[in-house]
């Protein structure tokens, strides 16, 4: 029986074309060696999976290939590359940092570096997870790292490349690896399956590759377990979603769909099923707030090129995004996250689910009712509501007064409204009574005088000190409806900010003036008419009469209350 190989390690690349997604990487490497303008120490990082380690491979075979091709390809002819392949270089060392991160390891290979290369010209040292060596382990190989033998090359791998310590940093070059796309994935997959003659369906390949998470290996291994779980040598999107227990993206279909028929009942169903199967709620609600996601960038064919997913996927999505609008993907949106953020701290998970369904299901309607309460606000608001007209105020005196009034309609309803509003107000004569007389001569300075001191003695009697202080002796000023004064310092001014409220109803109860409000400002006075109210300000202003009293408190250690 043929011992099966991984096809991780069987379809490992051995050479720079075949390395997936890392252009950016490649290029430059096969520039370096063809303008020989090699660094005596790489830094790979990135994510696992994204071919550190096979970069740093296939570079030290090419390298030290005697016959490059004029790509800086290596021509896996030679000794040095026959001598690789087998694994019988004595060229190339790797150390794995993981079980050999101690001093004596490293010392061991800044031992080796000393020996020149019996054959070829460079010797290699490629140390994966270099992260993982010590402190002391770092400053040992230091030296070394900085000034290397002309004939030795360093290339480290890592995975976190913020456990590096600066000086190590900055005595390589470094390459970023990037995670690999889903589409550089899916098409990598393709040829294998084809090379292995093993039927696919492309969804299913494209399913693998978004949940290998940019990383080819991880996507290889995920592709040997389905090709073994699966019948007949193929891989089906059925046996894929399965095997991976994926929600099948066509439930968030029908969840859409049973929201833009308004079918309630049909999207508790669906999620029950959803939940019958063994899926998560919380995985369902995010992986809905992605379909809402997806269903938007189908709006624009700019942002089309958003959407990772398989082709006949990408036609649903776009035959569904015509179905429902922007505003509704929005607010299913909204109501979808907001139920991901509060779903860990609701005590019935389910129930949290179901009651965002629900407002899902009703948000046709509500969109429907705005836009036409919008409508007829746009109707009405093209013609005005508040007709201003000039009047002749007629007293009782034979004096007559020019005024604006301003005439404004109730709405018992838009038709109403709609009727009335174009009918012109006409007002030849308005008689005032009274009481306009007494409102104007109620803002007199001497009257609003009188009010605010029968207040100020109330508040004495009441035994608000603070407020009766605040309101005696004030100097008032009447500015139209506004009542303007000055209060002494900080403290009355924060205090005033109490009872203002108070204070202002009053004052339009008994001047009749609706409109009336204060204005007060900090006027600091005289250092000689400055008011003590807090005990401190009181103890201030004895000790300047009586020094002795400060002497009197320290001596017998008293304390001010307050």
Not at 256 to 269: C, H, K, P, Q
Not at 285 to 302: P, Q, S, T
Not at 487 to 515: G, H, M, S, W
């Amino acid at each position: 029986m043929e011992n099966f190989v991984v096809s991780a390690r069987k379809y490992r690349p051995s050479a720079f074309e075949t390395v997936v997604g890392q252009g950016h990487i490649t290029t430059t490497l096969k520039n370096a060696i063809k303008n020989n303008h090699l660094a005596q120490a790489f830094l790979f990082c990135g994510p696992r999976g994204v071919g550190k380690t096979t970069c740093a491979r296939i570079l030290a075979k090419t390298i030290n290939c005697t016959n490059l091709s004029e790509d800086a390809e290596a021509c896996d002819k030679c000794d040095s590359c026959k001598s690789f392949n087998t694994g019988a270089s004595m060229n190339i060392h790797e150390l794995d940092a993981a079980s050999n991160n101690s001093v004596d390891d490293i010392r061991n290979l800044v031992e080796q570096v000393r020996y020149a290369p019996q054959s070829g010209k460079y010797k290699i040292y490629i140390i994966d997870e270099v992260h993982m060596l010590s402190a002391s382990a770092f400053n040992a190989f230091l030296k070394t790292l900085e000034e290397p033998p002309s004939y030795a090359i360093f290339i480290l791998a890592t995975t976190e490349k913020h456990k590096i310590i600066p000086t190590i940093l900055s005595r390589c070059q470094i390459f970023d690896f990037n995670r690999i796309q889903v589409k550089d994935i899916t098409h990598h997959l393709v040829k294998i399956a084809d090379k292995e003659k093993i039927k696919y369906e492309e969804e299913a390949l494209h399913l693998i590759a978004q949940k290998a998470d940019g990383a080819l290996r991880d996507a290889l291994s995920i592709f040997d377990l389905i090709v073994t779980y699966s019948l007949g040598n193929a891989i089906t999107y059925k046996a894929t979603i399965d095997n991976l227990h994926i929600l099948d993206y066509d439930y968030y279909f029908k969840i859409t769909d049973a929201i833009l028929t308004e079918n309630s009942s049909n999207l508790l169903l669906l999620f029950d099923e959803i939940l019958a199967k063994g899926f998560d709620g919380h995985n369902f609600i995010v992986g809905l707030c992605e379909h809402f996601r997806n269903l938007m960038v189908c709006k624009d064919e700019a942002t089309l090129k958003l959407l990772e997913v398989s082709e006949s996927a990408k036609q649903k999505y776009k035959e569904q995004s015509k179905q429902a609008s922007t505003s509704l993907l929005l607010s299913g949106l909204s109501i979808a996250n907001q139920c991901d953020v509060q779903y860990k701290s609701s005590k019935n998970t389910r129930l949290h689910i179901e009651l965002a369904l629900m407002k899902m299901a009703y948000l046709m309607q509500a969109l429907q009712l705005a836009r036409s309460v919008e409508e007829l606000k746009k109707k009405v608001d093209t013609e005005p509501l508040t007709t201003e007209v000039t009047a002749v105020v007629e007293k009782k005196n034979d004096i007559k007064l020019p005024v604006t009034l301003k005439s404004t309609a109730k709405l018992p309803d838009f038709k109403s409204v709609a009727e009335n509003i174009s009918k012109p107000i006409e007002v030849n004569k308005i008689v005032v009574q009274e009481e306009v007389q007494t409102f104007v001569s109620n803002l007199e300075i001497e009257n609003t005088t009188r009010i605010w001191n029968i207040l100020a003695e109330q508040k004495d009697k009441q035994g608000k000190i603070n407020e009766h202080l605040i309101l005696k002796d004030r100097t008032l000023r009447i500015e139209g409806t506004t009542i303007c004064f000055t209060v002494d310092n900080a403290f009355q001014a924060d205090y005033l900010n109490v009872f203002k409220n108070e204070l202002i109803e009053y004052l339009r109860a008994e001047t009749n003036c609706p409109t009336l409000n204060l204005d007060y400002k900090i006027e600091r006075k005289e250092e000689n008419s400055i008011k003590a109210y807090t005990p401190t300000e009181k103890f201030n202003h004895l000790i300047q009469k009586y020094p002795e009293l400060m002497e009197f408190k320290q001596k017998l250690g008293l304390e001010l209350d307050y």
